[in-house]
């Protein structure tokens, strides 16, 4: 308990110094305006960051806390790569592109680059692992660094798991089958919803009428409770049928998630179609098919892409939900979440194998890497759209 | 007056008509089950003649839409049936079925304590995001505002379990400060209780906190651009005093509907993070009959995760009725 209470006597500590930062900044400086001016919370803040920062060095120098260590190289890498990334578009590519480059935060550069990496590792999977995916090994279990003193194998960089499968590798599969498989069933998400609601906003009467409330029906159930009900009774029929669970659940997310983009594709889509071009369109004699592909798609495209992201986003963190809780992805596919529910346990070891208890957090990770990615392209992609608000 | 009441209570209505249809989307979905819960019940071992008595005991034989009725009725006096689980295994005892643990006896605590780690959430989750939301409409475009922008972006958009794990790594296993099992039990006292269930809280809070305070940000950066925004600015009173008691009130709408909305998004996190923690709430209850196939249990907790749902985005509607005047007196 003494932490805690070290942690409650440290902030009025830091508020005096806070004062006393500021009155000898007034005293040193002569009143200049940075300091005269300056809010006593400014003050704080200046001084809990000061702290937080020789915190963070201690932490790293000091005490060498492994994990923090690794996050912190972690993060100086990335935001050092992303930097020499977008050094590199602003030099490299068509003048469109250079441009693209130049309007970019870091964050968004961040995102490009491991989206990108992602889809490289993804698409050669099979020329960055060292094995197959299902690839069963005589070593099983053993612990990841590759040093046979501790249990390790050198033919195994991150060790094997309980059935002798490398590690390595699987999580290199993970990346073709968790993101592959969240990009597809986003793909007919899309598909579902952006039809439907086109076609509601284009016929609208009792259809729009009958689609829209059928979605209100439906996203009145959480999603993730909705899917997880729905993959209890997929999971009796796949053993009935023989079809596997994955394709059950590729539907079901698909559907459920297709509600949220038809609400949007409609609100767009209402919109555009009140608009003189669609009214010149109708009158040329022009059929469902071409307004809704040539009319309406081409002006609803930039909302709609940003969403895109955002459902990609959630659709991959519901297969990464439900596999976590054993009903997504069936093994023997490889896929993060199910590797994460199975290494949590080796959590525990990490005073005593630090590498083990980062196999769960690298398989975590991996996940929380490419949302975290997507989702500071679309901030960037909705700033830019937005304009220059306050 | 009278206008509001009207429309509170046409919410009212349209969410127990809501309610009522996903009830029967629910059951549906429960009743395209290939064959049916006496089969389920009995799996490999199904004979004929055990079938047909335990669905004449579960009243299997009946229409569809008696059964639903039963059920609805049953779910109304907070009668939820009983578990296939419990029903199995009192088969197997030889003890009758009707005796076991009913499914509104076993869901009944866990919900409690569902709540409980709700409660604990919200109560850290809603000051600390309203807290950062108006320093960081405070010091927009600083340092401060694009670290805080980044941090809840990326906590965001992480899988509930990442965060979880992160958590358990650094405040449970480096440093033993909080259980990593939140081993909640009947009688104990509540600081013990609070102790548990501060981990998973924290998790729920990373998870949550990120929207509530970026709402609460852009409510109040819209509002500053108003006329009398600007005057009380050349009134001369201090920025702080501008956002808290000019900008503030006037965004509460939103940043109400907002919060409404996530602690109605705690209603699913739950599920995952009671898992990771093995907390005995309602969320892993819920898990564990997905994966037997307990449809009962499954179906119980799929009613009463969306009657919240549904109540939290009511209450959120009717909140933000009742904070803008605009919306009190409709055109």
Known sequence: MSTWLSILIAFPVMAGVAWVFRFAGRSATSNKPFFRDMPFGVAFGYVVAAVAILLAFKIYFVDQVLFFRWAMQGLIIFTVSAFLFRLLGRLVGTAGSRKLFR????TAAFGVMIVLAYAILAIFAPVFAPYGEEQVFAAANTLPGSDPATGG????????????????????????????????????????????????????????????????VLMAIPALIFALLLMTIASAWSVKLGIPLTIFMILIIAIIDSTRVYRLARAVGVNIVVMDYIEAAKLRGEGLTYLIFREILPNATAPLLAEFGLRFCFVFLTIASLSFLGVGIQPPLADWGTMVRDLAQFINFAQFSPLTAALPILAAGAIALLTVAVNFIVDWMLQKSSGLKE | MGSVTRIILQRLALGLLTLFIVSIVIFIAVNLLPGDFAEAILGQGATPEAVASIREGLGLDKPPITRYFDWLGGAIQGDLGSSFAQANFASF???????????????????KNTLFLAGVTAAIAVPVSIFLGVLAALYRNSIFDRATNILTLSSISSPDFFLAYVLILFLSVLNPLLPSLSNIYDGMDFSERLVKSLLPALTLTLAVTAQMMRMTRAAIINLLASPYIEMAR???????????????????????????????????????????????GIGQLFVDSVKIRDIPVVQACCLIFAAAYILLNLSADVLSILSNPRLRHPK
């Not at chain 1, 309007?103 to 870091?106: A, C, N």
């Not at chain 1, 798991?161 to 592959?180: H, K």
């Not at chain 2, 005892?93 to 919900?111: L, N, Y």
Request: glycine share 10%.
């Open chain 1, 153 to 216: 194998d050198p033919a195994h960089l991150l060790g094997t798991d309980q059935i002798g499968r490398d590690l390595m590798s699987r999580l290199i599969y993970g990346a073709r089958n968790t993101v592959g498989i969240a990009f597809a069933t986003t793909c007919l998400a899309f598909f579902i919803g952006g039809s439907l609601g086109f076609l509601a906003a284009t016929i609208g009467g009792w259809l729009d009428q009958v689609l829209s409330r059928a979605v209100d």
């Open chain 2, 234 to 280: 050349l009134k001369g009173i201090s920025p702080m005093r501008v956002i808290v008691t000019h900008a503030l009130p006037n965004a509460l709408a939103p940043i109400i509907t907002v919060i409404a909305l996530n602690l109605a998004y705690l209603i699913t996190g739950v599920v995952v993070v009671e898992v990771v923690f093995v907390y005995p």
């Open chain 1, 103 to 106: 309007s970019m935060p870091l």
């Open chain 2, 93 to 111: 005892t030889g003890s009758d079925a009707a005796s076991g643990t009913t499914v509104a006896e076993q869901i009944a605590p866990r919900f």
